[in-house]
């Protein structure tokens, strides 16, 4: 469950109809994998003829540098799969 007491949301204005205001929602699952690079939350209009809804950055944590931690640990992860695919594939075959 969010709580929209500790959201941004209440001083953003929907960026479609540009007069009302957002509600924080569940994120889905490609938006919580893209966290990693950018942190952002997703929102929805409170106007229900508007319909809109998207994802914003999340001010607030654009200037925490424990953020940042995630891509280079991420990156290492890939190098690392990828070493050990290679020395896999240069083995020689053992028969």
């Not at 919580?32 to 942190?39: A, N, Q």
């Not at 997703?42 to 540098?65: I, K, M, V, Y």
Request: charged share 20%; proline share 4%.
């Amino acid at each position: 469950m969010i709580n929209h007491a500790h959201s941004d949301a209440s001083s953003r204005a929907c960026p479609v109809c540009g007069e009302h205001e957002l509600i924080q929602i569940r994120r889905r699952a490609v938006d919580r994998f893209l966290s990693i690079f950018v942190v952002r939350q997703r929102f929805r209009c409170t106007e229900f003829h508007c319909h809109w809804q998207g994802n914003l950055t999340d001010r607030s944590t654009l200037a925490r540098p424990s953020k940042s931690i995630h891509l280079p640990l991420l990156i290492v992860g890939i190098v690392a799969m990828l070493f050990g695919i290679v020395a896999m594939t240069m083995m020689p075959i053992m028969g």
